[in-house]
């Protein structure tokens, strides 16, 4: 019953910007954490950026100063500004989120991945 829903991936120059969103829905009591990881072709999935509902942060070294996540707790939706992009940037990105449910438990929940592309 929860669902996380991505989008604002796209094609992208070098230098320039891109802003994802990810929004939670379903039977969630609270969210623990939301992230966003990204996988490019032969590579394993890494996060890039962490955030608690408390609003404490988490970057990968690659992207600090860069990008920056935020998030609308009432919203249940988080969001990765992306700035100064460069090409090793390009890769799927996927929305993650932490949470216990309403009807009780745990559980980590993905999002269906947006691509990102950053190429002259």
């Known amino acids: 019953q929860v669902q996380l829903v991505e989008s604002g991936g796209g094609l992208v120059q070098p230098g320039g910007s891109l802003r994802l969103s990810c929004a939670a829905s379903?039977?969630?009591?609270?969210?623990?954490?939301m992230g966003w990881y990204r996988q490019a072709p032969g590579k394993q999935r890494a996060l890039v950026a962490a955030?608690?509902?408390?609003?404490?942060?988490n970057y990968a070294d690659s992207v600090k100063g860069r990008f920056t996540i935020s998030r609308d707790n009432a919203k249940n939706t988080v969001y990765l500004q992306m700035n100064s992009l460069k090409p090793e940037d390009t890769a799927a990105y996927y929305c993650?989120?932490?949470?216990?449910?309403?009807?009780?438990?745990?559980?980590?929940?993905w999002g269906q991945g947006t691509q990102v592309t950053v190429s002259s």
């Open positions: 993650n989120a932490d949470m216990w449910l309403v009807q009780g438990g745990r559980y980590d929940y």
């Open positions: 379903g039977s969630i009591f609270s969210i623990i954490s």
């Open positions: 955030i608690t509902s408390g609003g404490s942060t």
